[in-house]
């Protein structure tokens, strides 16, 4: 179902997707940096959305202000936590009651895990493809929530020993998953990711399979 969410005065374009089987939570999908092309049709976060359908949640993506067909433009963050925290509003309205995860790849995951951390709603994380050499992330230290960090060991953009120089700040409920050989977008691997999604949900939400 395509749909527009506002935003203070931004209009944010959106397409949300409820599983056939009927869902137990519901997820926002935060795309990569939109000056450099990402929008809520990026591969990754397609397949990010699909392993979460397939662990029984509904699933929002959504395009960032100015881009695709969402209104305003690129505010270098700000804006943008702006725009993650309007969908999480209309999510929590529509799904009254049930849990909400978050799920943010590249600059989405920047920018959304910022906001998911804090907002009491939000109760599971998901960060892919952490650009740890562009953006600071110490934020995550302060999270409790149950998170779940997945990066290849190719992706230029989250050397591993940076990773691990985070992690090891991280509180117990956070956990980092590699996937040998993938680049930042998990070129020929995004299979093992949406597998390591779907397994991580079931296992983290309530009434999980884990």
């Known amino acids: 179902m395509a749909i527009f969410i506002d935003s203070g005065p931004i209009k944010l374009e ?12 519901a997820a926002v999908l935060c795309h990569p940096h939109p ?3 990402g929008t809520m049709d990026n591969r990754v976060v397609y397949r990010a959305s699909k392993a979460a359908q397939a662990a029984g949640l509904a699933t929002l993506r959504f395009n ?10 690129y505010e270098r963050g700000a804006g943008e936590q702006e725009d993650v925290s309007a969908v999480i509003d209309w999510l929590a309205e529509r799904y009254r009651g049930l849990p909400l995860v978050l799920i943010g790849f590249s600059f989405g995951a920047w920018v959304g895990l910022r906001v998911g951390s804090v907002d009491p ?3 599971v994380l998901v960060g892919l493809g952490l650009p740890v ?3 600071d992330f110490g934020f995550l230290a302060a999270n409790t929530k149950p998170t779940l960090f997945v990066s290849g060991t190719r992706d ?10 985070l992690a090891a ?9 590699w996937v040998e050989g993938a680049d930042h977008f998990f070129k020929g691997r995004i299979d093992q990711l ?7 949900l079931f296992s983290a939400m309530p009434g999980g399979q884990g």
Request: proline fraction near 7%.
């Open 14 to 25: 959106a397409v949300l997707r409820e599983p056939r089987a009927g869902f137990r939570a």
């Open 35 to 37: 000056v450099y092309g």
């Open 64 to 73: 960032f202000r100015g881009a695709g067909k969402s209104t305003g433009a």
């Open 121 to 123: 709603r939000v109760g």
């Open 133 to 135: 050499i562009t953006y």
């Open 156 to 165: 230029e953009f989250c050397p591993k020993p940076e990773m691990e120089r």
């Open 169 to 177: 700040k991280l509180p117990s409920t956070s956990s980092v998953v």
């Open 194 to 200: 949406q597998r390591r999604i779907t397994s991580f």
